[in-house]
């Protein structure tokens, strides 16, 4: 009884000190991340004129609109870390329809709330009748997106590229990668082994070391600064990356299932596209997946091979440059960056799960 | 009009001409085959590992390319032909059946690609089902059955087709000893229902005998022997069919032969015996003084110490409940006898010997062929 009792601590110790761990280490992870994201969602005013920075961003500001004197307004806002009313924009403000407009403006970039033109006047009656006026408004979460977009030219476009060039690499390195893949599964023939291996060699090149070939043949291709000129760079190294898997899938797969097919009705290729193939999807969809993250995320090359065609990374990284670096916009842009790659990610997990999840196919 | 009836059945299904094959120019794998099989003959591919029987039929089946001779199935020359157009059908070693696919897909695979119709199919796949008795599994995937019950599915996947010709390598031997005794008989009961000529392939000789019209004994590519399982059982073609039939196999002693009168007297440093009638013949007629004599060991008779042939002491007794194996040691050679179970025979003990006159097997003691 006793024993059980104490068998049962020192099981529940164990544990405890293992969750203590693995939840630190995850936290390491997941803190910078999650605070990306909290940026990405705060306004200029809480990213630059509050500190220490809340856990959560706010979803509502409050603001408060008093006589300055002259009859003109003021308008405060609330600093959560100085827990007090502070200055909001111009000093002095009348009703003159341009400082309005101005003022709307303000509060939507610099507080990332909607406030018209009109609710701004008839905050003003209201300061007139009380003596002062506050009020709440709902913080924009997707402003910071917006304006990245917007502050970035070409930013739109140039998801556009990245998706291009990430479609056209997995079409060319999980197509020439897979029939490569399959033959070194399939078929015995003299330096396989060799061939096998050095198909990495081709990873072993620093990007930036063969600049310059790239850019000179690309250049005589007519690919320079193009989405296809791109998706080739990328492909050699993926290729050789997806024959290693699509090698190992297809070896999983007996050939006698192809055999049999052909026993019963289909010629050698039916029997691929009917069997092997369906048999085969995981560890291609893994493929895919290795291809889009890689051709998605990746910055050196693209830095190197394109000009006016920028990939949405090289966005981002031209973002980070510069006196003018705004955090909570760059923050945005990461997460905008980082995003597909997630949902592509999760939208293929039951594949990858499939073939290294112990679930058999 | 009944003669070109019985002209009819009694041509052959499948023709082997001098069938070969060679991997890379270099290694033989099968280096001459030449063989008839019967309408609804029931044919057994018998060797050891390596001996091309698997290679032979992978040859008929359109698997692997010939490098010489033809093929020839109902009178059609199917040597070059690719699988699905050769009217034959296969149940492979590991099974083979399609993971991805229901039981149901699996037994209609072939029949949709022969766009039967809807109906068709759905009786066939039941027929059949029912056949190998897995019609209550038709909606699972294989991957939640055993061993057994995916051979069954292969083997209705192979059945639904309605073959001129049924190939089944080693369907049996992934199974375990028990399942395989219960499918053997099985498939023969199938075999007698559909009458549907069958090669099976095997390296176990206990399942060729049990299974076979006729045996196809196979040796480095080449055929040793074709005959019924007494056929290469009495009537072994030489040393290695007589060592490979049979559990325990032959016992072998190498003898010289004198000439006495009509009789020929054959010994052996432990012993000598005399031979008579057509076998004396027989042996006079070959001409060689140094032959080997082969006994199985169930001819070899455990006697009163007077007529015995010669004595010997009792090294090993393996019990198989029916019967027990004795091994003992003549001349450095451990022969075997298989005894009846009455009368427990102990290690050491002493047992007087003598053969089975009428069922002396003789080989040449250079070519090993039967004499």
């Known amino acids: 009884m006793t024993n059980n009792l104490r068998r049962n601590a020192g099981r529940t110790m164990r544990m405890t000190t293992i969750y203590i761990l693995v939840s630190g280490v995850a936290m390491i992870i997941i803190f910078p991340m999650f605070f990306l994201f909290s940026f990405s969602l705060m306004s200029d005013y809480e990213t630059y004129s509050e500190w220490p920075k809340p856990l959560l961003p706010r979803t509502s500001v409050d603001y408060r609109m008093d006589h300055s004197g002259n009859g003109n307004f003021r308008l405060s806002i609330w600093n959560v870390s100085e827990n007090d009313w502070m200055p909001f924009g111009p000093e002095e403000l009348n009703r003159n329809p341009d400082e309005i407009k101005k003022l709307s403006r303000f509060l939507n970039n610099y507080g990332n709330t909607q406030f018209s033109e009109e609710e701004i006047l008839t905050a003003m009656k209201l300061t007139d009748q009380d003596g002062f006026y506050e009020f709440a408004l709902r913080k924009s979460l997707i402003h910071n997106y917006r304006r990245f977009f917007k502050l970035y030219s070409g930013a739109a476009r140039s998801v556009l590229q990245s998706l291009y060039t990430a479609g056209m690499t997995i079409f060319i390195s999980v197509s020439i990668g897979g029939m490569a893949g399959y033959a070194f599964a399939r078929y015995v023939f003299k330096g396989k082994n060799i061939l096998k291996l050095s198909v990495l060699f081709v990873r072993m090149f620093p990007p930036v070391a063969i600049a310059i070939p790239m850019v000179v043949i690309l250049g005589k291709m007519g690919m320079y600064d193009k989405p296809v000129g791109l998706s080739l760079i990328y492909s050699i190294n ?29 010629s050698k290729t039916g029997a691929f596209f009917r069997v092997t193939m369906p048999l085969a999807v995981p560890g291609l969809a893994a493929c895919a997946m290795y291809s889009f993250i890689y051709s998605w995320n990746e910055v050196i090359n693209a830095v190197i091979l394109t000009q006016f065609n920028p990939t949405f990374p090289v966005v981002v990284y031209k973002s980070l440059l510069g006196a003018n670096a705004q955090v909570h916009l760059i923050a945005a842009g990461s997460i905008a960056q980082a995003l597909p790659a997630i949902i592509f990610t999760l939208f293929i997990r039951k594949y990858i799960l499939q073939m290294w999840g112990g679930v058999k196919v | 009009m009944t ?10 299904v499948l023709t082997l001409t001098n069938l070969a094959k060679r991997y890379n120019r270099k290694v033989w794998g099968v280096r001459k085959m030449d063989l008839e099989v019967e309408d609804k003959e029931f044919v057994v591919f018998l060797g050891p590992s390596g001996c091309g029987k698997t290679t032979c039929m992978r040859m008929i089946a359109g698997l692997e390319v010939t490098t010489r001779g033809s093929i020839i199935l109902h009178g059609k020359d199917i040597t070059d032909l690719p699988p699905r157009n050769r009217d034959i059908s296969m149940v492979f070693q590991n099974y083979a059946i399609w993971p991805h696919m229901t039981v149901y897909e699996n037994i209609a695979f072939a029949l949709k690609l022969q766009k039967k119709s809807r109906s068709e199919i759905d009786r066939t796949v039941k027929e059949v089902a029912a056949m190998v008795k897995i019609d209550q599994l038709l909606s699972r995937i294989p991957g939640q059955m055993s061993g057994g019950q995916q051979q069954r599915v292969a083997l209705a996947r192979a059945l639904a087709v309605k073959p001129k010709l049924f190939l089944m390598d080693e369907p049996l031997s992934n199974l375990d000893a028990k399942l395989r005794v219960v499918m053997r008989t099985e498939l023969k009961a199938i075999h007698q229902r559909t009458g549907a000529t069958s090669i099976f392939v095997t390296h176990d000789q206990s399942e060729a005998m049990s299974m076979a019209d006729r045996i196809v004994i196979m040796k480095d590519g080449e055929i040793v022997q074709v005959g019924t399982p007494d056929d290469v059982y009495f009537r072994s073609a030489d040393m290695f069919v007589a060592g490979f039939i049979g559990t325990p196999p032959t016992n072998f002693f190498p003898v010289e032969m004198k000439t006495a009168g009509e009789k020929v007297e054959l010994s052996h440093p432990r012993f000598a015996i ?54 003992v040691e003549i001349e450095g050679e451990i022969v075997k006898i298989v005894v009846g179970s009455a009368g427990k025979i102990q290690p050491g003990e002493r047992l007087h010997l003598s053969f089975v006159e009428e069922r002396l097997h003789f080989f040449n003691a250079e070519t090993t062929k039967r004499i």
């Open chain 1, 238 to 266: 993926q290729i050789s990356m997806n024959i290693w898997i699509t090698a190992s899938i297809f070896m999983g797969i007996p050939e006698s299932l192809e055999e049999a097919a052909q026993v019963f009705g289909t």
């Open chain 2, 3 to 12: 003669s070109e009836n019985n002209k009819e059945r009694s041509m052959p």
């Open chain 2, 274 to 327: 005399l031979i008579s009638g057509s076998d004396a013949d027989r042996l006079k007629n070959n001409g060689q003084n140094s032959l080997i004599l082969g006994v199985r060991p169930e001819e070899i008779k455990v006697v009163p110490e007077k007529d015995s042939l010669l004595s010997v002491e009792v090294m090993v007794v393996e019990p198989q409940g029916s019967f027990q194996i004795v091994a």
